[in-house]
């Protein structure tokens, strides 16, 4: 979805090495997520943040952190990476509607760690 | 938390032919029962929901019902085309107002 983009694509990395992926949004939404998807797994969340000023982790956020910049920027940093950090990764807005919402996501950043 | 079991993993079917994939999920208090699909290369894209108060909804040849009482939700595709082949997701919102993911159905048409 091209409203909401996600830098760089393709990411190869060494273990112990500080990354920084990047995601933007031109929707508006105030709603913005980090997942990692690894094969058979689905999609697991990582951080997210409802406004500006609103930092939550989720399910897996041990050697994750975010950075919430702007309404339409939220970046994810690997402070140590490693080799099981090796994973898709996917960065999501969304704006709730009273009885649900719809996330939208970008294409995905490939991240692998040696 | 939300539990969410999805099945069957992978599925095969001939062109034509109508797929039905089951998730299934334990927190009783979520309401919103989405149906994401990805495919290759991209990312997840909704393609159908459902809210608690209803049963059933359709959209031309995909469909979602719900059964609250069994916590359960299926999605159901007929007159299955190429196209179709993709990974599908079950996502229900659960209380905190996250989207809990299923493990995913990679769903296969052979022409």
């Known amino acids: 979805d091209a409203d909401v983009t996600q830098t760089p694509r393709n990411r190869i990395t060494k273990t112990g090495k500080r990354i920084m992926l990047e995601c933007s949004q031109t929707?508006?939404?105030?709603?913005m997520y980090w997942y990692r998807q690894d094969p058979g797994l689905g999609l697991r969340l990582i951080y997210y943040?409802?406004?500006?000023?609103?930092?939550n982790k989720g399910e897996i956020s041990d050697g994750y952190s975010v950075s919430r910049q702007a309404q339409a920027k939220f970046s994810l940093s690997l402070e140590s990476a490693i080799p099981n950090q090796t994973a898709l990764y996917f960065c999501?807005?969304?704006?709730?509607?009273?009885?649900?919402?719809?996330?939208?996501f970008g294409p995905g950043t490939r991240l692998l760690v040696l | 938390g939300e539990n969410v079991e999805q099945h069957p993993s992978t599925l095969s079917v001939q062109e034509g032919d109508s797929a039905v994939i089951k998730c299934t999920y334990s927190?009783?208090?979520?309401?919103?029962f989405p149906w994401y699909k990805q495919e290759l290369g991209k990312g997840p894209q909704l393609i159908i929901d459902?809210?608690?108060?209803?049963g059933e909804k359709k959209d031309q040849r995909i469909a979602v019902t719900l059964n609250k009482t069994a916590k359960h939700f299926s999605l159901h595709i007929t007159e299955t085309q190429p196209e179709d082949s993709a990974v599908y997701f079950c996502?229900?919102?659960?209380?905190?107002?996250?989207?809990?993911f299923g493990s995913g159905t990679r769903l296969l048409v052979r022409p």
């Open positions: 999501a807005t969304s704006e709730p509607t009273g009885q649900g919402e719809t996330q939208y």
């Open positions: 929707k508006g939404h105030d709603r």
């Open positions: 943040s409802f406004d500006v000023k609103d930092i």
């Open positions: 927190d009783s208090a979520s309401n919103y």
């Open positions: 459902i809210r608690s108060n209803v």
């Open positions: 996502a229900p919102l659960d209380s905190s107002y996250k989207l809990i």
